[in-house]
């Protein structure tokens, strides 16, 4: 899985700290944030792969418009950054090595 650092603003207030399960990883991440920028602030910006040309594939408008940042949340189909960050969240990266 691919990783990088992330920025963070400093002061702004944040939910609880809770823990995702990203395949077989647990990562940190706050409640209430979407999830979409949780993965990308642990490193994740490849979320899936193309399923025609196997390009990879990330969060791109960040409103729910573009439909790139559709993983499998808690087992359906759900838009990265229209879902809220929650404790116990269970996601899958489809086919990113």
């Known amino acids: 899985m691919q990783r990088s650092s992330a920025a963070r603003i400093a002061r702004v207030q944040r939910g609880a700290r809770v823990s995702i399960l990203v ?4 990562i940190a991440a706050h409640e209430g944030e979407m999830l979409a920028g949780a993965l990308m602030a642990a490193g994740m910006w490849q979320l899936r792969l193309s ?14 418009v573009c439909q790139e940042c559709a993983i499998l949340v808690d087992g359906e189909i759900r838009q990265a950054c229209q879902v809220e960050v929650r404790e116990g969240l269970r996601v899958e990266l489809r086919g990113v090595p």
């Open 23 to 26: 395949g077989d990883e647990a």
């Open 51 to 64: 399923p025609s040309t196997q390009a990879p594939r990330g969060a791109f408008c960040l409103m729910g």
